[in-house]
T-cell receptor
């Protein structure tokens, strides 16, 4: 079983739509959580951290459910520029920094 | 400008010909990592280093070596590359490795024939 699992997609949505991604993680001792964005053939970049109380950054909302061990990302009012792969990332603690999901691809269409 | 640089960005080589991919960061970060990214598998950690002269295996270390003689540099060495090492490689650094933001290099696309 993968340590961090995501639906690979692709999610094809029209501009202006709201779209949500989920991610599950297997290690209940995981300590911190992130969403990274990766554009085609480019390096991953931090989109936002995910806090237990949930957090929002503009059109993006991230939530964490520790009991069920899943993380979500909600994107409102999708823009063409949101088209990318979204990586769910978990810090399991210990000496290794981060464990990455394989990503969910989003394609926003005009 | 804070950045992680990698060289080369693209490389085509043949089986068995030793190669080195360089990685350098200018942020005085202690923690550096190498990842490979393959379709459907996501980013998998190859090796990491918590500080100078301290390195350890990640999830997929076979066929790779690293060194950390200086804080800023963390080269990835393929002593005898094989076709299954064809991949997209990323170097990353973070201040302490405690789950803080990782900064990635631009990637090195390697093809081993």
């Amino acid at each position: 079983r993968k340590e961090v699992e995501q639906d690979p997609g692709p999610f094809n949505v029209p501009e202006g739509a709201t779209v949500a991604f989920n991610c599950t993680y297997s290690n209940s001792a995981s300590q911190s959580f992130f969403w990274y964005r990766q554009d085609c053939r480019k390096e991953p970049k931090l989109l936002m951290s995910v806090y237990s109380s949930g957090n929002e950054d503009g059109r993006f909302t991230a939530q964490l459910n520790r009991a069920s061990q899943y993380i979500s990302l909600l994107i409102r009012d999708s823009k063409l520029s949101d088209s990318a792969t979204y990586l769910c990332v978990v810090n399991e603690g210990g000496r290794r920094a981060l464990t990455f999901g394989s990503g969910t691809r989003l394609q926003v269409q005009p | 400008e804070a950045q992680v640089t990698q060289n080369p960005r693209y490389l085509i080589t043949v089986t068995g010909k030793k190669l080195t991919v360089t990685c350098s960061q200018n942020m005085n970060h202690e923690y550096m990592s190498w990842y490979r990214q393959d379709p459907g598998l996501g980013l998998r950690q190859i090796y990491y280093s918590m500080n100078v002269e301290v390195t350890d295996k990640g999830d997929v270390p076979e066929g790779y070596k690293v060194s950390r003689k200086e804080k800023r540099n963390f080269p990835l060495i393929l002593e005898s590359p094989s076709p299954n090492q064809t991949s997209l490689y990323f170097c990353a650094s973070t201040r302490t490795g405690s789950g803080e933001t990782q900064y990635f290099g631009p990637g090195t696309r390697l093809l081993v024939l």
